[in-house]
C-alpha cells in the first residue's frame, strides 16, 4: 500500500506561481497513475491533472490546460504539479491521488494524501 503527502500549498497573490509536492512512500510511485484533484469550499473535488505510470501521458482539466504542468521525479518517489498564471478560483484544497489509470473522475483512484491548501488572493 502507498502512502501519499502533499506539501507546497500556500497564499500567493493571483498571477503567482506555486509548486506542489506529492511524495510516496511504502511503494515504488512508477507502478502507479498518479492524480492531483482540488476541492473549493461547498464544491465536488474535482481533477485536475494526472500523469500515467505505463507511458508517461499525462492530462489536464480544460480549466488549468496551459497553466498547470505535472511531472514525475520516479527517484524520488515524487510527482510535482506546477502551477503559473494563478487565479482566485484556484483556490482550493489539493490532494493527490494513486491509481491504475489516468483519469479525471476521483473514483478510479484507490490512495489519497491528506492534502494542502492553496489560496491565490486577488
Known amino acids: 500500500q502507498v502512502q501519499l503527502v502533499e506539501s507546497g500549498g500556500g497564499l500567493v497573490q493571483a498571477g503567482g506561481s506555486l509548486r506542489l509536492s506529492c511524495a510516496a512512500s511504502g511503494y515504488p510511485l512508477d507502478y502507479y497513475t498518479i492524480g492531483w484533484f482540488r476541492q473549493a469550499p461547498g464544491k465536488e473535488r474535482e481533477g485536475v491533472s494526472c500523469?500515467?505510470?505505463?507511458?508517461?501521458?499525462?492530462y489536464y482539466a480544460d480549466s488549468v490546460k496551459g497553466r498547470f504542468t505535472i511531472s514525475r521525479d520516479n527517484a524520488k518517489n515524487s510527482v510535482y504539479l506546477k502551477m503559473n498564471s494563478l487565479k482566485p478560483e484556484d483556490t482550493a484544497v489539493y490532494y493527490c491521488a494513486a491509481g491504475p489509470s489516468c483519469s479525471l473522475l476521483k473514483y478510479e483512484y484507490d490512495y489519497w494524501g491528506q492534502g494542502t491548501q492553496v489560496t491565490v488572493s486577488s
Open positions: 500523469t500515467s505510470a505505463s507511458d508517461g501521458s499525462t
